[in-house]
Nanobody, 121 residues
Framework: QVQLVESGGGLVQPGGSLRLACAAS????????MGWYRQAPGKQRELVAA???????NYADFVKGRFTISRDNAKNTAYLQMNSLKPEDTAVYYC???????????????WGKGTLVTVSS
């Protein structure tokens, strides 16, 4: 079975930084998509940043210049470096990956359970 586990969330002051990690485990053949999403209370889940297997990156306008997504293919891990954090960044951050598994052969999207990021003085 494939599972994604996020880590790195916590409480940080405005202007501070956090680095989130999402590690995938299981019978992984390839990962075509890695993305970070967030959901604040009472709001819809929204894309924060994503990176494809080819290395192309995409960011939401509200995090451009502040957040950076990266990946470590050897570890099947995606990272989200968050700098200059603002109170409005407070949300549960979720990792999503599109993964091809070996046995059985399957191409599916997987979600982590999320990690809470709280930006407050």
């Amino acid at each position: 079975q494939v599972q994604l586990v996020e880590s790195g969330g916590g409480l940080v002051q405005p202007g501070g930084s956090l680095r989130l990690a999402c590690a995938a485990s299981g019978s992984i053949f390839s990962i075509s998509f890695m993305g970070w999403y967030r959901q604040a209370p009472g709001k819809q889940r929204e894309l924060v940043a994503a990176v494809t297997a080819s290395g192309s990156r995409n960011y939401a306008d509200f995090v451009k210049g502040r957040f950076t997504i990266s990946r470590d293919n050897a570890k099947n891990t995606a990272y989200l470096q968050m700098n200059s954090l603002k109170p409005e960044d407070t949300a549960v951050y979720y990792c999503k990956m599109a993964i091809v598994t070996r046995d059985p052969v399957r191409n599916s999207e997987y979600w982590g359970k999320g990690t809470l990021v709280t930006v407050s003085s």
